[in-house]
């Protein structure tokens, strides 16, 4: 299903007798946020938005200033498939409006967008296909598996596969393509590959895919997470994000008389990431929790390197289908599927863009495994870390000037001020661990 215009969405609302409009928007945390309307309101819902309160919302406007508007982007119209029947429900994303008429710098989405849209007048078009996992639990009350499967394990052992289904059917029927699923390292581990997209559709994607994945669970009676680490001594969950540009119906990325089959473009854009990569990982790795995955001996990377197989860098340029100019992109394998899609996307585009502008030299790949390297293996290669806690990732964002920029000022501040905050109350807060270990000796 897809509308071009205001008329169309209200054709197809009339048609299929849809009951409510959900308008969904994201706080700056990436946290959905949705209101309903009805048909009747629709008219003005499309023409002029709907009014709703920011201050409310983490990281939107002050009480004195809370008035916002949400202008619903026609072009997202689909029929949400959990909301069915005779009466079915449909949703389009909104862009975050002053209530002059003007984008809400607060907006996440608007900060992706201004940013493609800097990205376009290069000539340049921003394609991502993340890889998003996620646990199946019993309830979300706890941690008790579905399954005991481990990667590729198929049934018996994945007891998913019917939800991961289930979930792809939905999927489909918002427009959204699938490339793959299947089980993944850790027990009641799965993931369900997007195929690539333009950056803003890709991000909206992403929204909706993580809620698909709760809604069919909820509707079968388990509990889905994008938690980054909810079972010690298990695999976390990432999100690889695979990107590169185009320019027009070329890849500005492939090269084919280079050895790594990259370009110089694709070369500085790892290179931005590689340099920019701290300050950018407490937005692509965003809770204290995030920072429980990013530890060696788990497949998630912690060091700053590139290369082509190995999956111990932090950036792998994939060898599927080595020589083929559509399927030339770089891997990001560092993020987590909490994030805020829209500001991921953004930093890891800013980062790039900042590599591209400056030239920035893109040192040799790393095929060794790194997880294997001592310290001073890692620094004869010229390997950094990544922040290892979110206080360490909140300090290098603050103090860069890429975050600042990309975010612009208003999300910069707001972000870094609920990442203290978040700091500030993990660690005061008095854990399990500590009682076990300390209150029966001390």
């Known amino acids: ?25 994201t706080d700056v945390l990436g946290v959905l946020k949705s209101f309903a309307v009805t048909p009747s309101e629709l008219e003005e819902g499309l023409s002029e ?4 309160d920011g201050s409310s919302i983490e990281g939107f406007a002050r009480i004195q200033e809370s008035d916002m508007i949400a202008k ?18 449909a949703r389009m994303f909104c862009d975050v409006m002053n209530p002059d008429g003007t984008p809400y710098e607060g907006d996440p989405r608007f900060v992706l967008k201004r940013l493609l849209k800097k990205v376009a007048e290069k000539g340049y078009t921003f394609y991502v296909g993340p890889e998003l996992e996620y646990f199946y639990f019993q309830d979300n009350c706890g941690t008790e598996c579905l399954d005991r499967g481990g ?33 993944e390292v850790a027990p009641s581990q799965h993931e369900i590959d997007l195929r690539y997209d333009e950056g803003l559709r890709m991000a909206d994607k992403t929204m909706t895919y993580r809620l698909v994945v709760k809604e069919i669970a909820h509707k079968n009676g388990v509990y889905a997470t994008f938690m980054p680490k909810p079972i010690f ?11 590169s540009l185009f320019k027009g119906e070329r890849n500005a990325f492939y090269d084919p008389s280079d050895r790594y089959n990259l370009s110089d473009v694709a070369k500085h854009y790892i290179a931005g990431i590689m340099r920019h990569a701290p300050e950018i990982t407490v937005v692509t790795n965003q809770w204290v929790n ?67 502008e ?5 040192p040799d790949p790393i095929e060794e495994d790194i997880f294997e390297m001592n310290p001073a293996e890692r620094k004869a290669h010229g390997i950094t870390d990544l922040p290892g806690n979110l206080y360490a990732a909140t300090l290098e964002a603050e103090k860069s000037p890429l975050v600042k920029k990309v975010l612009g000022e208003h999300v910069f501040n707001k972000f870094i001020e609920n990442k203290k ?18 209150l029966a000796k001390l």
Not at 16 to 22: D, G, H, L, Y
Not at 358 to 362: A, F, G, M, R, W
Not at 421 to 438: K, N, Q
Request: aromatic share 14%.
């Open 49 to 52: 938005g709907m009014g709703f």
């Open 290 to 356: 995030s920072y429980k995955r990013l530890v060696p001996g788990y497949e998630a990377p912690v060091y700053v390197a590139w290369a082509r197989r190995n999956r111990s860098a932090m950036i792998r340029v994939p060898m599927y289908k080595p020589g083929k100019e559509a399927a030339t992109r770089i891997e990001f394998r560092s993020p987590d599927p909490s994030c805020n899609p829209y500001l991921a996307f953004a930093v890891m585009l800013g980062a790039g863009l900042e590599g591209i």
């Open 151 to 183: 990667y590729f394990d198929s049934r018996p052992i994945d007891m998913g596969s019917n939800l991961r289904r289930e979930t792809i059917f939905a999927l489909q029927d918002m427009g959204i393509q699938v490339e793959y699923s299947h089980h």
């Open 233 to 243: 001594g298990q695999n976390g969950s990432g999100m690889h994000v695979h990107q």
């Open 72 to 89: 619903p982007d026609v072009t997202t119209f689909q029929l949400v498939p959990w909301r069915s029947g005779d009466r079915p429900v």
């Open 421 to 438: 905050i978040e700091w500030d109350m993990y660690r005061t807060h008095v854990s399990a661990f500590e009682l076990d270990r300390y």
């Open 358 to 362: 400056n030239k920035y030299e893109l």
């Open 1 to 25: 299903m897809i509308c071009q215009t205001e008329e169309d969405v209200k054709r197809i609302v009339k048609e299929k007798n849809i009951s409510f409009i959900q308008f969904w928007f």
